[in-house]
């Protein structure tokens, strides 16, 4: 079945450095989603995109869709403490119903 | 707030039981999905429901059902529980029933197995 695959697993960034984290899917994929999960919270919806080689940018957050439509990446810049949290990518294939999630990327930013 | 209502928050619960996990999606949202979240295995999709009827089917256990009743809440139950069972549950909504759009978590049920 298909699989989301998210690098890396943890992060440690002084605030103010950037981060980027990756995923890669085994199938192409017909949307990816982004969401962030603070300690402690829910998964809150950030973006979806949907076409090939899409970007869209919230603030200082940059999202990538890949050409083949197989990966995908989030890029923050000059990072905050309020980044802090697990960022998702969910993606499903044509004829996929839900979401399948990748395992996370836990981003932890320092003073 | 998200608008998704999830009982109870917190569960502990003895091996062998059998619990109840509630859910109310967010209001004009069609579908609900469960997924049990761990520490080693993420996010994993449990079940959907679209407009009381089963959609979509992930890696659920036998042990497990679950239902989605005429005014849209949804259940899920859980019987003969093992300590690998101990996990965060979260409901999710969504207006349409594929995963073109955006979903909306509730603030789980932690269920604990002892």
């Known amino acids: 079945g298909q699989q989301v695959m998210q690098i890396p697993q943890y992060q440690h960034v002084q605030e103010g450095e950037d981060f980027t984290t990756y995923c890669n899917s085994s199938?192409?994929?017909?949307?990816i989603q982004w969401y962030k999960q603070r300690p402690g919270g829910h998964p809150v919806f950030l973006i979806q995109?949907?076409?090939?080689?899409e970007v869209k940018k919230q603030k200082r957050l940059t999202f990538q869709f890949g050409e083949a439509k197989k990966n995908s990446s989030l890029h923050i810049t000059a990072t905050q403490t309020t980044d802090v949290g697990t960022y998702f990518c969910?993606?499903?294939?044509?004829?996929?119903?839900?979401?399948?999630f990748g395992k996370g990327t836990s981003l932890l930013v320092t003073p | 707030d998200s608008g998704v209502t999830q009982t109870p928050k917190h569960l502990i619960t003895a091996t062998g039981q059998r619990v109840t996990l509630r859910c109310s999606p967010r209001?004009?949202?069609?579908?609900v999905y469960w997924y049990q979240q761990s520490l080693d295995q993420g996010l994993q999709f449990l079940i959907q429901?679209?407009?009381?009827?089963?959609?979509a089917k992930g890696n659920i256990l036998e042990r497990f059902s679950a239902q989605q009743f005429p005014d849209l809440h949804s259940e899920l139950n859980l019987s003969s529980l093992e300590l690998g069972d101990s996990a965060l549950y979260f409901c999710?909504?969504?207006?349409?029933?594929?995963?073109?759009?955006?979903?909306?978590f509730g603030s789980g049920t932690r269920l604990t197995v002892v």
């Open positions: 995109l949907v076409k090939s080689g």
């Open positions: 969910a993606g499903t294939s044509n004829s996929g119903y839900a979401l399948n």
């Open positions: 209001s004009g949202d069609l579908s």
């Open positions: 999710a909504s969504s207006v349409g029933g594929q995963a073109i759009y955006g979903y909306t």
């Open positions: 429901y679209y407009n009381g009827e089963e959609r």
């Open positions: 199938t192409t994929l017909s949307n």
